[in-house]
T-cell receptor, first 113, second 111 residues
Framework: GAGVSQSPSNKVTEKGKDVELRCDPI?????LYWYRQSLGQGLEFLIY????????KSGLPSDRFSAERTGGSVSTLTIQRTQQEDSAVYLC???????????FGPGTRLTVT | GENVEQHPSTLSVQEGDSAVIKCTYS??????FPWYKQELGKRPQLIID?????GEKKDQRIAVTLNKTAKHFSLHITETQPEDSAVYFC??????????FGTGTRLKVLA
């Protein structure tokens, strides 16, 4: 079946602009995660959804970052007033508890100029 | 807060030798421990995982061991091949369903 998809694959934006990143999880997966990976670094947890609710928002770096999930499926990560330090690959993953096996999307490479 | 430490950060082995990567976690409620392989420019791929009710799991050349008392788990790759070269991440899933990842190990298999 189809895996996790993300769009756009690449996004170049000017500093100060807002961006929206989209994630389509595997059908039926109730858990959805957003991570950020800077060049050559590990995975930084941003936010986790179970269904449409986000019980853990502790990883969001600042109030410029927000995320929502509708219909228990598609999720959008929004970054307002982008800064150069926001440049990274943003990865989305989904899983179906209780197996917990997490499947990653291809990521969105964000470049803020 | 929750933390996962991973060692070493880089590892070079000769083709055919074994490689071992170790992780230590802090959240005693963690009950699921996956390992991911990430090749350059690609997404992380799950290669093996272990749950807290199991001490060891093996899949061909890859094995993972878990010591819950000491809160550490290890990845073992035997008979390494050049295509095993990649960055490997360990992770721990805690009681809040939040994955905590290690900082990664860059494995180089020298032909």
């Amino acid at each position: 079946g189809a895996g996790v998809s993300q769009s756009p694959s690449n996004k170049v934006t000017e500093k100060g602009k807002d961006v929206e990143l989209r994630c389509d999880p595997i059908s039926g997966h109730t858990a959805l995660y957003w991570y950020r990976q800077s060049l050559g670094q590990g995975l930084e947890f941003l936010i986790y959804f179970q269904g449409n609710s986000a019980p853990d928002k502790s990883g969001l770096p600042s109030d410029r970052f927000s995320a929502e999930r509708t219909g228990g499926s598609v999720s959008t990560l929004t970054i307002q007033r982008t800064q150069q330090e926001d440049s990274a690959v943003y990865l989305c993953a989904s899983s179906f508890p209780p197996t917990y096996e997490q499947y990653f999307g291809p990521g969105t490479r964000l470049t803020v100029t | 807060g929750e933390n996962v430490e991973q060692h070493p950060s880089t590892l070079s082995v000769q083709e055919g030798d074994s490689a071992v990567i170790k992780c230590t976690y802090s959240d005693s409620a963690s009950n699921y421990f996956p390992w991911y392989k990430q090749e350059l420019g690609k997404r992380p791929q799950l290669i093996i995982d272990i749950r807290s009710n199991v001490g060891e799991k093996k899949d061909q050349r890859i094995a993972v061991t878990l010591n819950k008392t000491a809160k550490h788990f290890s990845l073992h790759i035997t008979e390494t091949q050049p295509e095993d070269s990649a960055v490997y991440f360990c992770a721990a899933l805690g009681g809040t369903y939040k994955y905590i990842f290690g900082t990664g190990t860059r494995l180089k298999v020298l032909a």
